[in-house]
């Protein structure tokens, strides 16, 4: 199994990333993809995900008007498409697969519960 993230950058504030979690070794149809954020010294933070088997989604409220999730089923890939972005947003972002039915999605990705798989990050930079 392998989960990996790229598309992080430098950007503006006011800018907009998109970054990629490309996965293998499982079910993707099957699975639910996440993404999270972590800031040295805090705690990790769950942003988002999807449910590859009924297309299902959750965000948190600071991100859903901001953040999308694109699945692309012949790539096993899962964007996230990040807009608006601040200088809040610095972190390194990490990707994650669970099985899908294993928890309720906003559970999944508030709590950090039924995740299996991670990838290893991505760091995203947004100066003033």
């Known amino acids: 199994v392998q989960l990996v993230e790229s598309g992080g950058h430098s950007v503006q504030a006011g800018g907009s990333l998109r970054l990629s979690c490309e996965t293998s070794g499982f079910s993707f149809r099957e699975s639910v993809i996440g993404w999270f954020r972590q800031v040295p010294g805090k705690a990790r933070e769950g942003l988002a995900c999807v449910n590859n088997a009924n297309g299902g989604s959750y965000y948190i409220e600071s991100v859903k008007e901001r953040f999308i999730l694109i699945q692309d089923f012949d790539g096993n890939t899962v964007y996230l498409q990040m807009n608006g972005l601040v200088p809040g947003d610095t972190a390194t972002y990490y990707c994650?697969?669970?099985?899908?039915?294993?928890?309720?999605?906003?559970?999944?990705?508030?709590?950090?519960?039924?995740?299996?798989?991670w990838g290893k990050g991505t760091l995203v930079t947004v100066s003033s």
């Open positions: 994650a697969a669970g099985q899908a039915g294993s928890f309720d999605l906003e559970i999944m990705t508030v709590y950090g519960y039924g995740w299996n798989h």
